[in-house]
């Protein structure tokens, strides 16, 4: 089936060692999302490519990077993790014409990160 | 800030109706009703959207009233498996990619 893959599902850091998350589709969308999620809290948007377009929200800190090295690969980077940064991380899909805004968002499983 | 409200929790019985009300009185003409649940420990999932006619699919029905000021989400028999936090989101359908998560409803399914 296609779907939206997260790896790992579980992540472990110390704080301040860079970390990446990967996320990989096979969905052959255009548009993918990076989302945290901490506890008890509603997903919140970090940033998003449109195709190799990169589109960063406004209070997304700097700590958080991302790289999109083609269209099934997407990555998030955490260069100094810190205790506040431990949440789930969610990657998305969509696939969008046209710069319509994209129909509904295809979400994976998600990777809890925990920083010691 | 999300643009819609939502009641904290629910509860339903196993096979009766769950009927999730979300008020967005300041809705757009542009802007579309979306649905999405979480279930435990995983990503959400796409349930439903639509602008003001009443949609339904294999998952649910989604009703909006005639002023598209609040909308109602009816998952028609309950089962356990529903158990999960469900999100009204409103956005238009072109223009942007961001959804704004509301705190959401809890949905309790009991047996």
């Known amino acids: 089936d296609a779907m939206v893959i997260q790896n790992p599902r579980y992540q472990v850091t110390q704080f301040g060692k860079p970390v990446t998350l990967s996320c990989s589709q096979t969905?052959?969308?255009?548009?993918m999302y990076w989302y945290q999620q901490k506890s008890s809290q509603a997903p919140k948007l970090l940033f998003h490519?449109?195709?190799?377009?990169?589109?960063n929200e406004a209070d997304t800190p700097d700590n958080f990077q991302s790289r999109r090295p083609n269209t099934s690969f997407c990555f998030l980077d955490i260069r100094s993790p810190g205790l506040g940064d431990a949440a789930m991380y969610l990657c998305?899909?969509?696939?969008?014409?046209?710069?319509?805004?994209?129909?509904?968002?295809?979400f994976g499983p998600g990777t809890r990160l925990t920083v010691t | 800030d999300a643009k819609t409200t939502q009641p904290t929790s629910m509860d339903c019985a196993e096979g009766r109706a769950a009927n999730l009300p979300c008020n967005h009185s300041?809705?757009?003409?542009?802007?579309?009703v979306y649905w999405y649940r979480q279930i435990h420990s995983q990503g959400p999932q796409y349930i439903i959207h639509?602008?003001?006619n009443n949609e339904t699919n294999e998952m649910a029905s989604l009703i909006i009233t005639e002023d598209r000021k609040s909308s109602t989400l009816i998952l028609p028999h309950a089962t356990l498996r529903d158990t999960a936090v469900y999100y009204c989101?409103?956005?238009?359908?072109?223009?942007?990619?961001?959804?704004?998560f509301g705190t959401g409803t809890r949905l309790k399914v009991l047996a």
């Open positions: 998305a899909t969509s696939r969008d014409r046209g710069g319509t805004g994209g129909l509904e968002q295809y």
């Open positions: 969905l052959n969308h255009n548009v």
């Open positions: 490519y449109y195709d190799k377009d990169f589109n």
């Open positions: 300041t809705i757009s003409g542009n802007e579309y």
């Open positions: 639509g602008l003001k």
């Open positions: 989101i409103v956005r238009p359908y072109s223009g942007t990619y961001k959804y704004i």
